[in-house]
Structures are given as C-alpha cells and as structure tokens.
C-alpha cells in the first residue's frame, strides 16, 4: 500500500469524526455512501495518492444541482475505479440503469452500422453534434494530474492530432498564448472552452494551474473539434449545422479511430476495459463516453404534459443549449442519450436519430394543432446479447 | 515505467523533472512568483510537513491567481505550523518582501496592554462611520483551513464552542453554526453585518478552504454585538471588535480583553495558540503574521481620496485603504476603509496608534479640502 502521509495523518480522527455531513445532499455519491463504505475506504489511497476523500469533495461540496441528479464523485486515475468500488460500483449501478459489477461492456465505433440518420428535419434540428472522452493510459485524470502530466498529455497530443491529413488536418490552439484575434474567432464558432466556473468542476480540483496545458485542436473545416485537459485528458467533437448526423458520426468514428491509432504507436493507449468500456474522470461518463446529441426546435412539445415522459421513453436527456448545467432558451433544446454504459456508441446514436425524428414529427403535428397521443412511444431498451434476462430487450 | 511499490504517494510527481513541474508564472504578479524561482522548486519539491502538506499545496492559490487588480497578492498559504519551517526557503524571502525586510533572524513584539494606547476615544464620527479591530489565531495542534479535515475543523468549532460559552459580562454572548441557523437568525447576522458567507474570492477557493461548507463553520458574538468570533473561514478563529462612530480606544480595550481572556480559556483546556517569538502568532496568509491585526476605520474621504498625494499620504502614515466590503472590493461613494498595512515587526499597540494618529491627520486634511484650504503643510513624514 503507498504510503500517504495526509491520510495517514486524518486516521487520527473516528470515522464519526470524518464522515462527512450529507443530510442536505441529493447526489449519487450521497445516497450510496455509508459509514460503513467511509470506514473501510478511508485508509487507502491509490498508487499516485488518491484517497476516499478526494473522489468525494466534488460531491460533500455540492449538495444538489436543481437541473440534474449529479454525480458527485470523481476519479483521480484508473486504479480510483478498483481502490474505491465499494462506492464507486454502487454509484455506477445507480447513474447507469442497474449495471452490475460483473456486466460487460459493448464497443462499436463502426458507423457503418447506423440506420438512417442524414436527414433530420433541418428546419427544428439546427445541429448536430457527436462529443466524448478519452483518458491517455499511464497519466493521472485532471482532479489530481500535476503540472508535468498535464503538460505531457498535451505534448503527446499535439504529436498525435499534428499528424491527421485529409478532412482532419487541422490546427492547435495552446489556451495559454492564443491571440486575440484567434480567440475571437474560436469563440464565434463556439469552439473555445473556458475557465470551468462550474462549482462542480472547481471542487473536484480540475481548474488548478489554468491555462496551462490547456488547448483546442480543430480541422480547417471546423467540423472536427479535440479539447485538450479539460475535463478530461481528451474530448473529442465532431459537428456541424443542421440535422446529417450520419455524417456527424462517420467523421467522429473515423477521427477517433485514426487518433487511437496514434496513441497507441506511442505506447500510450486510451483507458479501456472491459466491464467499465473507456475510463473518464466522471462515473457519468464510462462506457461509451458518448454524448450525442442536436440542437432542436420544440416550442410545443417542450410545453407539453407529456414531455418529460416521452423523453425517458426514448432514453434521452434535454439540457439548455448552454451545456450541462443551463437552461433552455426560445424553446430551442439540446436532446442527447441519457445512457453512456452498457450499450454501444451506435445503438446511443441510433436512439438520438430514432427519437429525434420522432419529436420532430409531433413538433409538426402539435403546430397543426392535432393530438400527439397515438405517437407516444413505448419504452426504449437496449439490448445486451449477454443479458440472461432477454425478456427486457 | 513508474514504479509504485513503496513509494510515498506525494512522490509520485517525481517521475516528472522539476523543470517538467515548475509553474509558469510569466503573467504572474505576487509575492510567491516573484521569489520562487526552478532552483528552489528543484530543492523543495520532494518535502512534506508531518500532516502530508507539499510546495504544490503551498503554492497553489499563487499559481491560479496571477494578480489582483487593487492589491499585491501573497500567492502562498500555510496548511499546518510547521510549513514555516519545513518551507523556510520559499516563505522567508515572501516574508521578507511583504514585511518591509523583515528578517529570518528578527524577533516579533506582542503587546496587548490596551493601556498603552494613547487617545483614539475621539476620532470626528461626522467623518469616521465605525471602527474595527480584527484579528486571526490558530490552534496548535491542528492542520490549518487549506489542509484540515472535517474531523480537525469540528474539533477546532467544538473547543471554540467550549471555551467561548464560558465567556461572561460584556462579552457573554452565543454560538450560531451556519449549518442550521435559522431563517431569522440568518437575516438579523446580514443586517449587523456579521454574517461571513462561503467564500467566492478565487484567492481562498484556489487554496482549499471551502471544502465541505458549511461544516463546521459559525459565529459567536456577544449580546451586545461588538465583540465576534468567527469560526473556521479562513483562519481557525477571527476575533473582531467593532462599532458605530470613532472611539478606536474603546473598540481596542474590549479586543484586547476579550482576546486574552479567550486565549486563557483555550489553555484551560489545554490548546495553546500557535506563537513563536520569530513570526508572532500563525497564521494561514503570510500576510497575517505576527500580530495578524487589521485595525481599520470606515472614513468618509471624499476630496483627500482625489488628491493626487493620497497614495503617498497613505504610505506615509503606513495605512492601507480598501473598499467597503473586504479586501478584494472597490470604494463606494468616497467612503473607504483605511487600515494599518504593517502585521509584523511592529506590536498591536503600535499598530492601532498608527491607524489613530494617521486617521485624525486624514480626516484633518478632509476639512481643509472642504474649506478650499491647501494641506501641504499637513503632509507627514514616513513613518
């Protein structure tokens, strides 16, 4: 076990004295950890130091979010999945429909297999866009990465996202030292991403030391979109106007094939296993790491009693078009997969196109003022050939 | 490859190269990124205090906050007494620099014999709004705000708790957790101006000690509401005096009693307060060393705060101004909060002589500005 001299000062103290106050709290860290859980978990700590306490802060320092049930825990590296399971499976359990310590995970980044998916109704769907993460085996995640990590990351990143041609070949933009022409420019295309000032973030420590080793790579086309350490060693977007998300997702599994590739040359691969799929900083994200998701017009149906209910239905989310933790604006809402676990890059991006192009069409009937109710949806499943069970399929 | 087996987790950094590590402080402007240079981080990286605190941890704050608008930042913070010593290297020359050339070899004078003030009962309250004497102490025995834990920072509410209770007189007084005050509670504390709120300054979140808000967190005042305590923001204790109008003398007498016969009542139950005879007493901002005393007024200024000599006036008479509403905020309508800017070096007594003194030569030099009236003649000299 490596020694931590910080936690091994805090054990001084009880576990009554430590637990942490959670009484107010209505995160997933919150509803599965237990005195027991603490007890057990408080004297470890991870090879680079991670203890219990670390993955929790996030979580003991916001209570609630009123938009989403948030997570509140985090991942300092890969070993915080295997040190920590006693809280970490349970919270994974919770976020991700029931997924068991023993289940497996699917990976499909053939694009080949989607079904339909290029012609969304561009006059409600205003964008498409295909996001997810990627951490860079051997480096610690951004809650606990030192300067030095951090800034190797970038290096191997800038060496890898510098050698794709074709409609990848593109330019990065180091946080620290960008113009402000530049600046201007990315913020019009809505590429750059700040200072987090999400409480969320700052808590779990992923701010320290900004900007440095912070950066955007992008393609000259803009439609293929890398952020370099920010929440997590890498998010990789692909998008673009209006609704072929088909294409959308050609080009992300094609760039995020190619970048692997990459990786890979240089012995650092991406965190992935097989139960838990690919490993990012926060539990919300293991599996697929896949937000797809469009930007879409529905006034209407947004105000309709039935709203909620056909989201869930259709294993979707909808966020404000300001990202994870806003409201919407003018009716326009941001409609992605709720799942990232235990179903695979092309079934979540299958649901979005499916269920999109559904909500679009009740959005027309709704305007012609005609009733919805025979369209409303059965509830979704996603099959996994492993499941025993096959009667949820 | 890295190499985990019985290596201490705080070493794990080492796998990088100090030049891997070092900070980029090139757009950086405070104490700590004038003085660290790659030579000391090289020397320093690999040490730790006994409770598990680091360079990184000390120079956190500094490297996510590169400079402050209004004032000289410190960018370095303390997690426990010993990072003192065990950072001697760093802090000694931050001390230095932000303590007029305070020495590592020079001895720090306490006085809190309010006797031997001299006046300050009667500074202009057509002028001088309140007066206010505040100060931090920190527990020996336990880590500091940036580096406690919840079990150390409820230990430190209940010993305070504890001893506080047990005040009578003029400073008998109650205990209001933040955690479950009431709605009521909560307003009246806003209205008298004694509620501190979780921290939204960048200077202390960057530096740890917003963790697990509002655990732990509370103030005590006296029934009369001039005498305050605050518990576990961003020292162990904040001890405050305080009321309307100008009579610094008073203000000054209630601190220094209300101080001592808290510091008695900690050693009753045997915790002292951290206090060397090099630094005085400890606490988590360099800054705050030594007598960690901020004696200040809320001073209507409005023609001397335009003078063009009001910066040197003020420098003089070794004053600081600031806004109305704490360290980091603007003045408002040409009020402003004049306080002494020395800590170390000098003792309590001399400290609030100054703010006294300076104070009834500035508000002087407002009334001649009024009249029309020059104030060369007025004009100090450096202290």
């Not at chain 1, 593109?170 to 700040?194: N, R, S, V, W």
């Not at chain 1, 094609?254 to 097989?274: R, Y």
């Not at chain 2, 941890?57 to 960018?75: A, E, K, L, R, W």
């Amino acid at each position: 076990m490596t020694k931590n001299c910080h936690n091994d000062y805090k054990m001084k103290f009880t576990t009554d004295e430590e637990f942490p106050d959670l009484s107010l709290h209505n995160n997933h860290m919150a509803k599965v950890l237990t005195k027991e859980i603490y007890e057990k978990l408080r004297s470890k700590s991870t090879p680079s130091g991670f203890t219990v306490d670390d993955v929790i802060q996030t979580g003991v320092d916001n209570p609630g979010h009123p938009f989403i049930m948030t997570v509140g825990c985090v991942a300092g590296d890969e070993e915080s999945y295997e040190v920590f399971k006693e809280l970490l499976d349970p919270v994974i359990s919770d976020r991700h429909g029931g997924y068991k310590p023993t289940d497996k995970h699917k990976t499909d980044l053939n694009f080949e297999n989607l079904k339909g998916g290029d012609d969304l109704d561009p006059n409600y769907v205003l964008s498409s866009r295909v996001r997810t993460g990627r951490s860079i085996k051997g480096f610690t995640l951004p809650p606990h990465n030192s300067r030095g990590e951090r800034r190797a990351i970038q290096n191997l990143s800038i060496e890898a996202l510098s050698s794709l041609e074709g409609e990848f070949k593109g330019k990065y933009y180091p946080l620290d030292g960008m113009t402000d022409a530049e600046q201007e420019q990315l913020i019009a295309d809505h590429f750059l991403f700040d200072k987090p000032v999400s409480p969320l973030l700052t808590c779990a420590g992923m701010a320290r030391d900004w900007p440095d080793a912070r950066g955007i790579w992008h393609n000259d086309n803009k439609t293929f979109l890398v952020w370099v350490n920010e929440e997590d060693h890498l998010r990789v977007i692909s998008m673009q106007k209006g609704g072929n998300m088909k294409e959308v997702f050609k080009r992300f599994c094609v760039g995020l094939q190619k970048i692997e590739e990459i990786f890979k040359k240089h012995n650092h691969g991406f965190m992935w296993n097989e139960h838990l799929g690919y490993i990012l900083t926060c539990p919300s994200n293991l599996g697929t790491g896949l937000r797809g998701g469009v930007h879409v017009k529905l006034p209407k149906l947004s105000t309709h009693a039935k709203f909620e209910e056909i989201l869930t239905r259709l294993r979707l989310q909808k966020r404000g078009t300001g990202g994870v933790d806003t409201a919407s604006v003018g009716g326009v809402f941001d409609i992605s997969n709720a799942d990232r676990l235990g179903s695979s890059e092309v079934e979540q991006v299958q649901l979005v196109v499916d269920g999109v192009k559904l909500m679009v069409e009740m959005e027309k009937k709704l305007e012609k003022g005609e009733s919805i109710d025979g369209m409303i949806p059965a509830q979704k499943f996603v099959c996994d050939p492993q499941e025993e069970d096959k009667s949820i399929c | 490859p890295v190499l985990f087996d019985d290596l201490a987790a705080h070493l794990f950094k080492l796998n990088y190269s100090a030049e891997q590590e070092y900070p980029d402080l090139s757009q950086h402007n405070n104490h700590m990124a004038k003085v660290l240079t790659p030579e000391m981080y090289a020397q320093l990286r690999d040490k730790e205090t006994p409770s598990g605190f680091t360079l990184d941890d000390v120079i956190q704050t500094g490297v996510d906050n590169p400079g402050h608008p209004f004032i000289m930042t410190v960018g370095c913070v303390a997690g426990d007494e010993e990072t003192y010593e065990v950072f001697k290297d760093l802090l000694d020359p931050v001390i230095e620099d932000r303590h007029g050339g305070y020495k590592p070899t020079d001895k720090h004078k306490t006085d809190l014999n309010a006797e031997n003030l001299q006046g300050g009962d009667d500074l202009d309250p057509n002028y001088v709004l309140s007066s206010r004497v505040r100060t931090g102490r920190s527990i020996r025995g336990f880590c500091l705000p940036p580096h406690c834990s919840r079990g150390e920072r409820r230990g430190i509410e209940q010993l305070s708790i504890e001893a506080l209770d047990s005040l009578e007189g003029d400073l008998k007084g109650k205990y209001y957790a933040l955690k479950n005050m009431t709605e009521e509670e909560q307003q009246q504390l806003i209205d008298d101006h004694f509620l501190f709120d979780k921290p939204v300054s960048p200077l202390l979140l960057a530096s740890g000690m917003a963790r697990d808000w509002p655990d732990a967190r509370g103030i005590w005042h006296n029934d009369n509401k001039t005498f305050l305590v605050w518990v576990n923001e961003e020292d162990h204790l904040r001890v405050i005096s305080m009321q309307k109008g100008g009579n610094m003398r008073e203000v000054f007498n209630r601190f220094c009693t209300g101080l001592t016969k808290i510091e008695d009542l900690f050693k009753d139950r045997g915790h002292e307060f951290m206090w060397n005879e090099h630094l005085g007493y400890v606490l988590t901002c360099p800054s705050n060393l030594g007598t960690g005393l901020r004696a200040g007024v809320h001073v209507k200024l409005p023609h001397l705060s335009k003078h063009e000599k009001f910066g040197e006036i003020l420098k003089r008479l070794r004053l600081q101004k600031r806004g109305t509403g704490g360290v980091d905020t603007a003045a408002v309508g040409g009020v402003f909060d004049i306080s002494n800017a020395d800590r170390l070096g000098f003792s309590e007594v001399e400290l609030v002589q100054m703010v006294v003194d300076g104070v009834n030569l500035l508000v002087n030099m407002e009334k001649r500005l009024e009249s029309g009236d020059g104030i060369d003649d007025l004009m100090p000299e450096q202290k």
